[in-house]
């Protein structure tokens, strides 16, 4: 095994980061439009990646958040109603972008009565007009169950719904206290129940205590669910309040989670230290549609 780094991390979690024109070009139009990034508020390792290559998560509902999960970055406490304007701005620039494949995810906001899900649906329904070719992913909070708040989500026509279990259920009550292991499983088995066509997706850290078997029970509850894709990356504290890493994974033992979640029967997968739930979204969602192990 790689040793460590004088940082702590393993050789494997160092890369360089890349700068240029396109990733300053992107940074700037996020910037002016008053908009919020979960590749940026989150840290996420493949920002200056996905900058550069003119693409970006665009995170609505403002950037302050009602839970406090105990491995995410994002700021606790909302601030205020949803902005009415937002919708529009990040239209305009999955526009200006000339973006093919937006994606489009939001802070947890259990203050509102539908947690969002009305300004998730006008937020799509605005893309879709700036641009109607455009491929839309939403990556969406658990709404706390909301059954209609989900159905609002579904009826505005996403091509992926995303929704990320983040991690195994005996570790729920220390990395998402706030969240329930069989309400988020649920939530994915409602959008198939609403719309069996509409390609469901989730998202996994590891490095947090977890066993094989343990996420060999998630992918097994997940395929349950019929759930299309899965993504699996590596746990990376954000500060030193956050959670510990416990393990660093090296890249053989994601490789053979990779397979382990195909034999469950996902119809596309990325495992990588560096995957995050939106990394190569497009390059996912066509390989689960050209797939389509769990489509009916």
Known sequence: MTRPSRTGKPAWLKRRLPTGGSYEKIRKLVACSGLSTVCQEAMCPNQFECFGKGTATFMILGDHCTRDCRFCAVQHGP????????????????????????????????????????????????VRKAVPEVLIEVLIPDLQGDLKALKTVIDAAPDVLNHNMETVERLYPTVRPQAIYRRSLELLRNVKT????????????????????????????????????????????????????????????????????????????????????????????????QTGANFP
């Open 79 to 126: 601030k205020g109603p949803p902005d009415p304007g937002e919708p529009e701005r990040v239209a305009h620039a999955v526009a200006t972008m000339q973006l093919h494949y937006a994606v489009i995810t939001s802070v947890t906001r259990d203050d509102l009565p539908d947690g969002g899900a009305a300004h998730f649906a006008a937020t799509i329904a605005a």
């Open 194 to 289: 609403i719309q069996p066509k509409m390609i469901t997706k989730s998202g996994i850290m590891v490095g947090l205590g977890e066993t094989v078997q343990e996420l060999e029970q998630l992918f097994a509850d997940l395929a349950a669910q019929q759930c299309d894709i899965l993504t699996i990356g590596q746990y990376l504290q954000p500060s030193d309040t956050h959670l510990e890493v416990a393990r660093f994974v090296p890249p053989e033992e994601f490789d053979e989670l990779e397979c382990k979640a195909n034999a469950a029967g996902f119809a596309a997968v990325a495992s990588a230290p560096f995957v995050r739930s939106s990394y190569q979204a497009e390059t996912l969602y066509m390989q689960a549609r």
